[in-house]
């Protein structure tokens, strides 16, 4: 199935040299002596990327066979991060290079959407929002509760985020996962 | 500087190629219907009145355009139109430059010709690349290359590389066009002497230093014609009323057209 310039709209998923995209931006230029364009920014589903392409009005792209499923992250072997579809039970796998920021808030059955292209999961995005417990920071100093400066933590999944200055070792923060920033004690 | 009204309703469609006219039915006496042409430009018609003697002259009017697309585009709009005898296009870029500042649009004013622009934003040698190179440049770009005009690659190009960097620019001015993109505009040599305004990436207006003789008007619209023609639009023939009006030439001159509302959009940001 195929897309022309003219049904283009945000959100929608198309095949761009061999790859599975996303659109993020499209607009039509009209110069006033010339033919009508589509200036299009797209996201690279499978590197991340975004780029940009200008198309003649009337030109079409191959419809994306993609899907966002809400998943459930099982374990990790190691090699192999393992999801399972809630509904169907159907079980699938990525492997480390696809995770991207994923690696970093992801713990056993956390909630996440596996992104699948043809039925093979190529991404995965974390809830906005994880709560995670704080495995390593230096002691606050007593009394400071304005968290003025702020101060390094190690999460359990690794993860590095500034914490105020009262949070200490054990405690479980929540973390917003698209800016990788500490927003409050959970 | 004259004020001017001119018809709206015309007996010819433009042969811009890619501008189209909205056609209108119009019933005449004894029930006689015929087919009229809302303007898309008053352009010819103030072109008419120069011809005439008439110095220089200005409009502000709605014009009509179908087929039109995009945020800012619409199939009516105000449209400035002025014309000015014995000017460049130098001096008319300089009289608009007054005029927004005027409107109080005072930001310093960015003035390159279109191959400066191609090199400030690309390395491509805009004036010196034949249709062959362009399409090399498209390809590497993986846009597609099947125009067989130059101009509409020129413009693919241009729209690709080099409008979005104008975006942070807030009032410039492109001029000397290739000689393929002259539309209505004198040509010297390579370039033509057309001219554009763009106010933070959106093109504003549109100017020449004007053709003069009625036989290159003519070889112009023919070529528009013909394209019209290759590209199976609509309308395929030419005002020879005008023409005939234009017979004894017109004097050297400079005019502009200005976008009404993308104008006073640009000012109230």
């Known amino acids: ?186 | 500087m004259t004020e001017v009204v001119t018809p709206t309703l015309l007996n010819a469609p433009t042969t811009d190629v890619y501008i189209d006219s909205i056609e209108v039915s119009v019933n005449q006496a004894l029930s006689k219907s015929s087919q009229l042409y809302l303007h898309t430009s008053p352009e010819l018609e103030m072109k008419r009145l120069l011809s005439k003697g008439s110095g220089d002259i200005f409009q502000i009017c709605q014009v009509f355009r179908d087929n039109e697309q995009g945020r800012i585009n619409s199939n009516e709009f105000t449209m400035l139109e002025f014309y000015r005898v014995d000017f460049t296009m130098h001096q008319l870029m300089d009289e608009i430059a007054e005029l927004l500042a005027a409107l109080g649009k005072n930001e310093p004013i960015k003035k390159m010709s279109y191959a400066e622009v191609f090199f400030e934003y690309s390395d491509i040698d805009i004036l010196n690349s034949d249709i062959n190179d362009l399409k090399t440049i498209l390809n590497s770009l993986d846009l597609n290359s099947d125009d067989e005009w130059i101009e509409d690659i020129q413009m693919h190009l241009f729209v690709h590389l080099i409008e979005p960097k104008l975006k942070e620019i807030p009032l410039c001015f492109i001029y000397d066009f290739p000689k393929d993109q002259a539309a209505l505009a004198e040509i010297h040599g390579p370039v033509a002497h057309r001219f554009e305004m763009y106010i933070n990436g959106t093109e504003i207006a549109n100017g020449y230093q004007e053709i003069q003789s009625a036989q290159e008007y003519r070889d112009r619209f023919n070529e528009e014609l013909n394209k019209r023609k290759a590209l199976s639009k609509p309308f395929e023939f030419l005002d020879n009323s005008f023409l005939k009006d234009l017979e004894g030439g017109l004097p050297y001159c400079s005019g502009v057209a200005i976008g009404i509302e993308r104008l006073y959009s640009s000012l109230s940001l």
Not at chain 1, 15 to 41: T, Y
Not at chain 1, 115 to 130: D, G, R
Not at chain 1, 154 to 177: A, E, M, R, W, Y
């Open chain 1, 1 to 186: 199935m195929n897309y022309s310039t003219s049904q283009f709209k945000n959100g929608m998923k198309l095949m761009l040299d061999g790859n599975p995209c996303s659109i993020v931006n499209n607009e039509i230029v009209k110069p006033g002596k010339g033919q009508a364009f589509n200036r299009v920014k797209f996201k690279d589903l499978i590197t991340g990327k975004t780029l940009e392409k200008t198309f003649k009005s009337g030109e079409s792209l191959e419809a994306a066979d993609v899907m966002e499923l809400e998943m459930q992250y099982l374990y990790s072997d190691g090699e192999k991060w393992h999801f399972m579809d809630p509904v169907s039970f159907e079980q699938f796998d990525l492997g480390k290079e696809s995770m991207g920021t994923a690696l970093s808030y992801l713990v056993e059955q956390d909630k996440c959407i596996v992104t699948l292209w043809n039925n093979n999961p190529i991404s995965v995005t974390p809830p906005n929002h994880v709560i995670l417990e704080v495995t390593d920071t230096d002691p606050g100093l007593k009394g400071d509760t304005a968290g003025t400066g702020g101060k390094p933590a190690t999460l359990n999944t690794g993860v590095v985020v500034q914490v105020p200055l009262f949070v200490s070792i054990g405690d479980k923060v929540k973390v917003d996962t698209r800016t990788n920033e500490y927003s409050g004690r959970a």
